[in-house]
T-cell receptor
Framework: LAKTTQPISMDSYEGQEVNITCSHN???????ITWYQQFPSQGPRFIIQ???TKVTNEVASLFIPADRKSSTLSLPRVSLSDTAVYYC???????????FGSGTKLNVKP | NAGVTQTPKFQVLKTGQSMTLQCAQD?????MYWYRQDPGMGLRLIYY???????DKGEVPNGYNVSRLNKREFSLRLESAAPSQTSVYFC???????????FGPGTRLTVL
């Protein structure tokens, strides 16, 4: 089953771009990469999903290289409200079995 | 459109007691999920239901049972609660295979 590895924590300052990298060395051919955001005492919330190359939405960008063994979530110009835990998931070949891992705790400072 | 709702929000049990956590979604989603999240940890899948009438084990199913009552509702039962089941429980749903999950607000359970 494809599982992911992320840094435990990151610090940033308001207005900076933040890049969080996720490693998924055992990703399967039909797996998608999905990122979620979780604030304290809330359920996770979807940010972005991709299969390969680059995906961009109003919140973030997702970069997936050709070998798909890693991915990078890019948050442009973060604010204090972006302080949260960010989870990278790959589907593991079964679109109903999700492995969240421990996530990356992003701390945005003023 | 309330999304995914969970009841209760908080619960305290004594060891050996039983209870059922309720989850409902009004988005006509096919798949529903139960996760637990221990302090400082990520979410772990307990059980899921890919469609009405089916349920399957996730990563940590021991000590739990589930029922997919209808398309809207998916309940999680603890038959004999243990302190190791102290956690926050999240329910989620999604419409199709490649779609993203929508999460409820969670139930904070403490077992003494």
């Amino acid at each position: 089953l494809a599982k992911t590895t992320q840094p435990i924590s990151m610090d940033s300052y308001e207005g900076q771009e933040v890049n969080i990298t996720c490693s998924h060395n055992n990703i399967a051919t039909n797996d998608y990469i999905t990122w979620y955001q979780q604030f304290p005492s809330q359920g996770p919330r979807f940010i972005i999903q991709g299969y390969k190359t680059k995906v961009t939405n109003e919140v973030a960008s997702l970069f997936i290289p050709a070998d798909r063994k890693s991915s990078t979530l890019s948050l442009p110009r973060v604010s204090l409200s972006d302080t949260a835990v960010y989870y990278c998931l790959s589907q593991g070949g079964n679109f109903n079995k999700f492995y969240f891992g421990s996530g990356t705790k992003l701390n945005v400072k003023p | 459109n309330a999304g995914v709702t969970q009841t209760p929000k908080f619960q305290v049990l004594k060891t050996g007691q039983s209870m059922t956590l309720q989850c409902a979604q009004d988005m006509n989603h096919n798949s529903m999920y139960w996760y637990r999240q221990d302090p400082g940890m990520g979410l772990r899948l307990i059980y899921y239901s890919a469609s009405e009438g089916t349920t399957d084990k996730g990563e940590v199913p021991n000590g739990y049972n589930v029922s997919r009552l209808n398309k809207r509702e998916f309940s999680l039962r603890l038959e004999s609660a243990a302190p190791s089941q102290t956690s926050v429980y999240f329910c989620a749903s999604k419409i199709g295979m490649e779609d993203t999950q929508y999460f409820g607000p969670g139930t904070r359970l403490t077992v003494l």
